[in-house]
Structures are given as C-alpha cells and as structure tokens.
C-alpha cells in the first residue's frame, strides 16, 4: 500500500507542476506564457525576468516529469522545491498563511509533500526502482 500511495502522491504533483509549466511556458491552462510571466517576474523584482521566467517554466516541467515518473526523485524534488520557496518570498509570505488570503498554504503542502516523498523515496512504482 505505501508504494501506491507513493505513486499516487507523485502522480498528482507532477502532472499538477508540469501544468503549472505549460502555463509559464506555452500560455495553455489559461496561462500567460513566457511574455506574460516575464512581466509578472520583473513587476515583483525577479531580474533578468525573461530568462528567469523560462528557468521556472523548465524547473517545474523538468521537475514535474522526474517527480511524476519517480526518477531522479530528489532532482525532481528540488526542481520543483525552489520555485515553491522564491514564490513564498516573493509573492505569498506578507500575505499569511492562508490561501485564501493569498498565503503560502499551497506552497507549503508542496514543499511538504515534495520532502516527505524525496526523502522516502519513489517507491516500487517509478523508475528509480527499475535502475
């Protein structure tokens, strides 16, 4: 049961940061793409935004797949782990924490559930248990 639920956790997460990518990346999901995060990314100070913008997007989709598929999983991890901490410092942490209020809750639980998953490790079902 606790490979599956490992499974399960990866699955979610990276396909949840691989769309977050393609929303940086591409404008899909209702995205704004590289344009629109390059904006966003040198409104909050995060210079050179555009390149800084097309790093994120990389980070969260190369990070999304390794995580995902459970290869490499603390590259994964930690991929997906620093966008996760420049968004709470920059965008979430004087808001609180509460989503609802634009706090870094989310960001939180994924730091958390990044951790906890690189740490235990991929589990029978991924392809770091192949190699």
Do not use: Q
């Amino acid at each position: 049961m606790l490979d599956t639920g490992l499974l399960i956790i990866r699955l979610v997460i990276g396909f949840i940061m691989i769309g977050h990518a393609c929303k940086k990346l591409f404008g899909w999901f209702g995205g704004e793409g590289i344009s629109g995060t390059a904006e966003f990314f040198g409104a909050i100070g995060l210079k050179p935004a555009r390149a800084l913008a097309v790093c994120a997007g990389l980070a969260e989709l190369i990070g999304g797949f390794l995580f995902g598929v459970g290869l490499w999983i603390i590259v994964g991890a930690v991929l997906l782990i620093l966008p996760m901490i420049v968004a709470i410092a920059k965008v979430h942490a004087d808001k609180g924490l509460w989503n609802l209020n634009g706090g870094f809750e989310y960001n939180l639980v994924m730091i958390g559930s990044l951790l906890g998953v690189a740490l235990a490790g991929a589990g029978a079902y991924s392809l770091d248990a192949l190699i």
